[in-house]
Structures are given as C-alpha cells and as structure tokens.
C-alpha cells in the first residue's frame, strides 16, 4: 500500500470512528470510583469502612491473587496508551486533536482510568493484601513496558484490543461472580461496573476492526493471521513483584484453576471473532490472503482441542509464599 492509500485508509477510518464516539458515555453519565467505595466525608466513615472490610474477608486468596493481577494489569495504561498512540501516523499530533481516533483514544483512557483507581482503592482499604508489594508490581510492570508484537500494526492493534477488551470483561465479570458467591457485594457491583465499560469498548474495537476488513480486506486478514500466529501475548506478562520473575505464570495457573479465566475462554474469544467478522465467507484477492483466511478459520476447532486436553490435567500450582498476600502460601487442591 503507497502512502498515499495509506493516508486514505486511515482518514476514512477516522471518519468511521468519529461516528460511533457514542460508544464512550458522557462523563456525566460516567460512575465514579467514589459512588462504589466507603465515603470518607460522612460522619460515619469509619462504619462504613468497617463493613467494608467485614465483608472483604470472604474472599479466598486465589481470588484475591487474581484481583490483584487484575489492578496491576489496569494500573499499567500509561503503557497501554502509548502503544496505541504509535498504531498510525499522527493520530493525536498536538494532544488535544479533535480527530475521530483521537477523541476515541483519550476518551477510552479517560474510561479506563476509572478500572484501575477503584479496584485499587478497594484492596487498600480491604486490609488483606500488603498493599506496598503491589505498588512495587505496579512500578515495574510499567518500566518493563509493553510490547504486543503488532508491529505499530493499526490492523493487528485493532484485533488485539478487540480480543484483549472482551478477555478482560470475561476476567472482572468472573472476579464479580466469585465475590457474589463468596458473599462480597461491594467487590462484585465494583467488577459488574467494570465488566461494563470492557464489553462497550469491545464493541468499538470490532466496529473498527470491521471497518477495516470494509477497507482492505486482504490486508486486515493477512494482519489477523500474523497477529495469531505468534498467539495473543497478555498485556501483564512482564509483571514481577520484584521477588517473583515468573509470577505471571503463577496468576495465569491459578485462575485457571479458579475458573475466572481459562483456555477455554482463550478458545471462546478465538470462535468469536472468527464468527463476527465472518472470515469463512468472506472473499479475498489474493492467494496469500487466502490462504491466512483458512489458517485463521481453523484456529478456534484447534484451541477449543487444545481446551480439552488442557482441563484433563490438573494445574500445578507452585507452593511458594506471595508477597501480595503477605506472603502466604495458596491452600492447593
């Protein structure tokens, strides 16, 4: 593609995503971290704090280990919106451009800042984690950086951020529905709100990403297959706690074991994109594209057996303390 089709392609895209903007909310309409945690003005603040914490203590600590993953993966969007501001050629050039892409990209930062202060603030005031650990995590997880392996791609970042926006939803949404069985409301209506804004900004990135297909089609399949050959690389694994080089695997086997996060639903995300933007059917130019079409639309059959023979072994979980739990050792099976 010249430069020229270059510039083409992504002013139509940007035009494209100036028209779905409604895909953020207003701020007005927005909640708050402050509408879902203890209100430090009231008179009865340390009541409030003091039920909070009450109910915290339900929670078991596999659970716990992967809310926390779950904050030090959303405190880290500094890097996350760095790598997408260099997914195209000026996307917001002077910080405050009025661009379809631009406004998207500050407006899903703006969203998503939210995730990480409240899921953060509630683990502070819920006393069962040594807070400064996590901290520590967080600080170097963003000097680590983030490298996705989409090549300054707008194609392949686009179908990253749409697999990745519905692998988070599926992650808050199984942390909500493990604190509901554990009898923690507070923790589940913070994760439900945050699920929420996940699967709404999923929804803009399959838009865009269907646009793209629209555009050049040849191009965004030859995109996803090389995206998905080096498969979905998670944004947190180069989270260390400063002790725990590996302590990434150690979060990925423990919620899989705890269900809020499987291969399965690797193999689900997989199916569901292949089906949304119909890569079956549609109809390519070129024998390249075409045959990355049929790599791509056998790779969900080939996660889902991957899938199975994944759940007949039982996962191993290291017997080592975690420093964000005070060091505590994980209860195993």
């Known amino acids: 593609m010249s430069l020229c089709e270059m ?4 002013a139509e895209l940007d ?15 927005c909640w708050q971290p402050s509408d879902l945690l203890p209100n430090f003005a009231a008179e009865d603040w340390l009541d409030q ?5 009450e109910t915290a203590r339900n929670l078991p600590d596999d659970i716990l280990i992967t809310l926390v993953a779950n904050v030090i993966t959303e405190e880290a969007l500094p890097s996350y919106h760095s790598w997408l501001s260099r997914l195209g050629p000026g996307f917001d050039k002077s910080g405050a451009d009025q661009g379809g892409i631009a406004q998207w990209m500050r407006g899903w930062v703006a969203e998503e800042k939210r995730h990480g202060d ?5 683990l502070y005031f819920s006393g069962l984690v040594d807070y400064r650990s996590i901290e520590l995590s967080i600080q170097h997880l963003i000097r680590n950086g983030f490298d996705p392996l989409t090549e300054n791609c707008i194609f392949q970042g686009f179908i990253y951020t749409s697999f990745q926006e519905r692998a988070t939803f ?19 209506r913070i994760c439900d709100q945050v699920a929420g804004d996940e699967a709404r900004h999923e929804k803009a ?26 498969t979905v690389i998670m944004p947190s694994r180069m ?8 302590i990434f695997s150690l979060f990925s086997a423990i919620t899989q074991r705890n269900g809020i996060y499987t291969v399965v639903d690797y193999a689900k995300i997989m199916d569901h994109l292949v089906r949304l933007w119909k890569i079956e ?17 056998r790779l969900p059959a080939r996660y889902f057996r991957m899938a199975e023979r994944a759940i007949e072994r039982p996962v191993k979980i290291p017997k080592r303390p975690i420093s964000w739990i005070h060091d505590r050792v994980v209860n195993m099976p």
Do not use: P, W
């Open 7 to 10: 510039k083409e392609l992504y």
């Open 15 to 29: 035009r494209y995503v100036k028209d779905n903007l409604n895909l953020l909310l207003a701020v007005e309409k």
């Open 49 to 53: 704090l003091k039920a909070y914490r």
């Open 118 to 122: 409240v899921l953060a603030r509630y």
């Open 170 to 188: 599926i992650s808050h949404a199984g942390v909500a529905r493990e604190a509901r069985k554990h009898g923690e409301h507070n923790l589940a």
């Open 205 to 230: 990135y399959e838009r865009f990403v269907g646009r793209l297909f629209e555009l050049d089609s040849d191009r965004c399949m030859l995109a996803m297959a090389s995206m998905l050959r080096k």
């Open 239 to 246: 989270m260390t706690d400063g002790v725990d080089d590996n």
């Open 281 to 297: 059917t549609q109809t390519f130019q070129t024998a390249e594209a075409r045959q990355a079409q049929e790599f791509v639309a």
